[in-house]
């Protein structure tokens, strides 16, 4: 069967592949502890579960959606009003999304063509470099690095990459690193983009789950709306991840071309989804500071329990991830590493050379277990060699 150029770009996800490895060693009748997929165990609040379910049940609500609904178009302005203090026309300045992965899947169909560049950090979530690649852009990675408290370097850019970039993509608080961005590092941003002319996509997925200070939005800094957009997600704030929603907010150009493109895709989002979406950044927000706090636990109870046996591992300051540098005697060999984890002790979690190869050495932990699955997986991992000094 033929099979397109494009597919030669894509091996198995690693998370199908890890997926793979759980199912086997389940039938095997053997136990897992899955530290691997950020799958947030963390239920919506009440209120939002009432609304789908009562909008669920009306049959007005099985028409195709097209566009988005007034009310949720007046909600997510005021929610960036309320949160971020950042003023935007609901209705030429957001569009929703199928979920961030959809947006970043397609976004560069939009914004290039064959053989631009767009500028990407390593290591990144892979859809950051899978949805350029798909567009057929040629992709510059831009270095995370632990001695730069994984900020994006802009003086290390190549000059000439620079100039030929269409666009950058940046996330902060940072999957998989953990790390968070201050006020001069997004002045800075806006002006590199500004003079190469660069248009920004500032992923901001996990501006709630911050463990230090109060999460910022790109665009309530200066002069970012002129170069750039943001998407956001309820998947992790609001415990919605399997009902996809998400939203690209700021420059109207942008907006335009986005809308455009998924009027040719999709046919919108399932209504009921929509209202509980309402629902969710109108209602009251004290499940925002009950989950960020879930988090924070976890995040502490995990570090305490994974010290005691050994593996000391640097505090992260946001998102719902641990990103872990392995022991010393692997000699960086993160993959080898995952499999003795896994093969010993069942805890699985993600090889860092998976983000891109920056984040080899590294290996990433997803905050979705209770304090029992990481006692127990504490236990387990100290039962093993895998973390005894040379």
């Given at each position: ?132 690649l798909l567009a057929g852009a040629k992709v510059v990675y831009m270095p995370l690095l632990k001695e730069n408290d994984y900020l994006i370097d802009f003086d290390a850019i190549n000059p000439d990459d620079a100039k030929k970039a269409k666009l950058m993509i940046v996330s902060y608080p940072n999957n998989p ?23 920004v996509l500032h992923d901001n997925a996990y501006s709630e789950l911050l463990f230090e200070g109060v999460g910022h939005s790109f665009l309530e800094y200066e002069g970012a709306k002129d170069i750039g ?162």
């Open positions: 069967m033929y099979k397109s150029n494009r597919m030669n770009l894509f091996g198995e996800s690693i998370f199908t592949t890890l997926a793979h490895m759980r199912t086997k060693r389940l039938k095997e009748g053997k136990e897992v502890i899955d530290l691997s997929i950020g799958a947030p165990n963390i239920p919506p609040h009440q209120a939002i579960l009432d609304t789908l379910s009562k909008e669920a049940s009306n049959p007005q609500n099985y028409i195709y959606a097209i566009t988005d609904l007034p009310e949720l178009q007046d909600a997510v302005q005021q929610w960036y009003k309320r949160r971020y203090h950042v003023d935007i026309d609901g209705k030429s300045e957001m569009t929703s999304l199928l979920g961030s992965q959809e947006g970043l899947s397609h976004l560069a169909m939009t914004l290039v063509d064959d053989g631009d560049v767009i500028l990407v950090p390593d290591p990144c979530y892979p859809i950051f470099r899978d949805g350029p690193t953990c790390a968070i961005a201050n006020e001069d590092f997004y002045h800075k941003l806006i002006a590199f983009a500004k003079k190469y002319d660069i248009l957009i943001e998407f956001n997600s309820l998947s992790k704030t609001y415990g919605m991840a399997g009902a996809r929603v998400g939203f690209a907010i700021g420059n109207a150009e942008i907006i335009s071309l986005i809308k455009t493109l998924k009027s040719n895709l999709d046919y919108g989002m399932f209504i009921p989804i929509q209202k509980a979406a309402v629902t969710a950044i109108t209602s009251d927000q004290t499940c925002v500071e009950t989950t960020r706090e879930a988090y924070r636990h976890r995040r502490d109870f995990l570090l305490e329990r994974f010290k005691e046996i050994g593996w000391d591992i640097d505090v992260p300051k946001g998102s719902m991830f641990v990103w872990a540098k392995i022991p010393d005697h692997y000699h960086q060999d993160d993959e080898q590493f995952t499999y003795d984890l896994f093969n010993k002790t069942g805890v699985l979690v993600v090889p860092g050379s998976a983000f891109g190869k920056h984040g080899k050495g590294f290996v990433r932990m997803a905050l979705v277990q209770n304090d029992d699955c990481i006692a127990h997986a504490s236990e387990l991992m100290g039962q093993t060699d895998l973390f005894k000094k040379a």
